[in-house]
Nanobody, 124 residues
Framework: QVQLVESGGGLVQAGGSLRLSCAAS????????MGWFRQAPGKERECVAR????????YYSDSVKGRFTISRDNAKNTVYLQMNSLNPEDTAVYYC?????????????????WGQGTQVTVSS
């Protein structure tokens, strides 16, 4: 079992920045690739960023590429999502998730453990 707890969400004006954190506990954090997903009302959950266990590979959705940065600190069992140049379309609940498979995936059903989510609201 892996327990994930997100933090850092909140209300920010368009053009602003937020940094989300996801603290992991339980099984060895470095065994897992980690993803950040978001879900807006009425929309499907989408992967916005993913990072491999050793940070050697990252993925970003087209909608956030160049604005968001995913990183991890295996010594602190934490994964981060730095979000810059936020716009109202980024408003959603953001989730971190752990994937124990060695094959990269951005499909939510492939992830094994999920946090409870943190709300990000961007005002115009």
């Amino acid at each position: 079992q892996v327990q994930l707890v997100e933090s850092g969400g909140g209300l920010v004006q368009a053009g602003g920045s937020l940094r989300l954190s996801c603290a992991a506990s339980g099984r060895t954090f470095s065994n897992y690739a980690m993803g950040w997903f978001r879900q807006a009302p009425g929309k499907e959950r989408e992967c916005v960023a993913r990072i491999s266990w050793d940070s050697s590979n990252t993925y970003y959705s087209d909608s956030v590429k160049g604005r968001f940065t995913i990183s991890r600190d295996n010594a602190k069992n934490t994964v981060y999502l730095q979000m810059n140049s936020l716009n109202p379309e980024d408003t959603a609940v953001y989730y971190c998730a752990a994937d124990r498979s060695p094959r990269p995936s951005i499909m939510p059903q492939r992830y094994d453990y999920w946090g409870q989510g943190t709300q990000v609201t961007v005002s115009s």
